[in-house]
């Protein structure tokens, strides 16, 4: 730019516009990009948009307003012409210019009339000039990016939702409750309120002393349930039954050996005297143990000293109580209370708390 010693007072405040303009526009086109992948990253629900929006958008800011500057903006010597003319010199710069090459005295004559007019005019004139469009749309394009970043920023910090919870209906909980009937409780939370086809808390049924769990009322057998894919409202009731107790009926009847006709000895001969009927035990013992004591004829037809008859008694064994049809619970219930009890002491997966119900359940059955 040979000429550019011309007009050096005007030359750094051209330089100055064309950054000016060409930052604008490169901000432009950042924040552009910046709304558009941070928008993208949100419909998407992509946890790392926010930084890249960022960077993406300080990238092409960068890019764009460096590139515009040396394409579009950089000042030539036509351009600093006409803006030094548009200062009142009356095109002398511009024509100054077009007979660079031109060695006639007219026009040297010029070239010195415009240099001279150009050191007159004061370099404060020259003012940067940026279009009230340009700044319009840095301005907008800046709202949307920093609002979208804004945004996007909330939704990955978990303040707000993401799009994906908007658009989805929010569906109400399903309830789900584990009652227990006399004779136990629920080891657990007992009202839940769970998603459509998501899973129930676990719980356990804990039958009271003196008590036994039977099962579920929607035929689940075992005492602990954890129940998955929950489609509608539940309520599921644990069953218990009372254990029947044992003891020992003392009896007490005497029974006189019948005779033929209202109660009398026979009399006989040759007949010995009859069996007494045993006692019964009573209504709540398990054994029986009774003795009867009786009087009967002898063969010589005289009352006997008494016959003594065996009480028999019999054991209650509930039909539940029963395994394989054969032993009953209780013979065995006590080896396999030890070995529940060292399990649940000895198995470091199971929590305090599992372990304590299972203890309850165990104690329950005695």
Same mark, same amino acid.
């Given at each position: 730019m040979k000429n550019m010693n011309l007009f050096k007072k005007y030359q750094s405040k051209m330089i100055v516009e064309a950054a000016v303009k060409a930052a604008v526009c490169g901000l432009v086109a950042g924040f552009a990009v910046n709304f558009i992948t941070a928008l993208i990253s949100w419909l998407c629900d992509y946890s790392a948009g926010l930084w890249l929006s960022i960077g993406l958008g300080l990238g092409?800011?960068?890019?764009?307003?460096?590139?515009?500057?040396?394409?579009? *903006?950089?000042?030539?010597?036509?351009?600093?012409?006409?803006?030094?003319?548009?200062?009142?010199?009356?095109?002398?710069?511009?024509?100054?210019?077009?007979?660079?090459?031109?060695?006639?005295?007219?026009?040297?004559r010029q070239r010195e009339d415009a240099a001279a007019h150009a050191a007159a005019t004061g370099a404060g004139c020259l003012k940067i000039q940026v279009s009230k469009v340009l700044i319009g749309a840095v301005c907008a394009s800046a709202a949307c990016g920093i609002a979208m970043t804004t945004v996007q920023g909330l939704t990955a910090g978990g303040v707000i939702p993401g799009f994906g919870e908007l658009v989805e209906p929010q569906e109400d909980p399903l309830s789900v409750q584990y009652v227990a009937e006399v004779g136990g409780f629920i080891d657990g939370n007992e009202a839940q309120l769970v998603l459509f086809g998501e899973s129930c808390e676990p719980v356990m049924?804990?039958?009271?002393? !003196?008590?036994? *769990?039977? @099962?579920?009322?929607?035929?689940?057998?075992?005492? *602990?349930?954890?129940?998955?894919?929950?489609?509608?409202?539940?309520?599921?009731?644990?069953? *218990?039954?009372?254990?029947? @107790?044992? !003891?020992?009926?003392?009896?007490?009847?005497?029974?006189?050996?019948?005779s033929d006709e209202g109660g009398l000895p026979t009399d006989k001969p040759g007949e010995e005297g009859g069996e007494a009927e045993g006692g019964e035990g009573n209504d709540n013992g398990d054994n029986g143990n009774g003795g009867g004591d009786g009087e009967g004829g002898s063969e010589d037809g005289e009352p006997s000293?008494? !016959?003594?008859?065996?009480?028999?008694?019999?054991? +209650?064994?509930?039909?539940?109580?029963?395994?394989?049809?054969?032993?009953?619970?209780?013979?065995?219930?006590?080896? +396999?209370?030890?070995?529940?009890?060292?399990?649940?002491? @000895?198995?470091?997966d199971l929590t305090p708390e599992e372990k304590e119900a299972i203890e309850k359940f165990l104690n329950g059955l005695k």
């Open positions: 092409v800011a960068l890019v764009c307003g460096v590139v515009l500057y040396f394409v579009k *903006f950089r000042p030539t010597e036509q351009e600093i012409a006409r803006r030094v003319d548009a200062l009142g010199l009356e095109e002398r710069m511009v024509t100054m210019l077009e007979f660079a090459e031109d060695d006639s005295y007219i026009a040297r049924a804990v039958a009271d002393d !003196g008590y036994v *769990f039977v @099962g579920w009322d929607d035929g689940v057998d075992e005492p *602990f349930r954890e129940d998955f894919d929950i489609t509608d409202d539940y309520v599921i009731t644990a069953l *218990f039954e009372k254990m029947e @107790g044992e !003891g020992n009926g003392p009896g007490d009847g005497n029974g006189d050996v019948p000293d008494g !016959g003594k008859g065996p009480g028999a008694g019999g054991q +209650y064994k509930p039909g539940n109580q029963v395994i394989d049809g054969e032993t009953y619970y209780r013979d065995v219930f006590e080896e +396999y209370y030890q070995k529940g009890m060292e399990y649940i002491t @000895g198995n470091d």
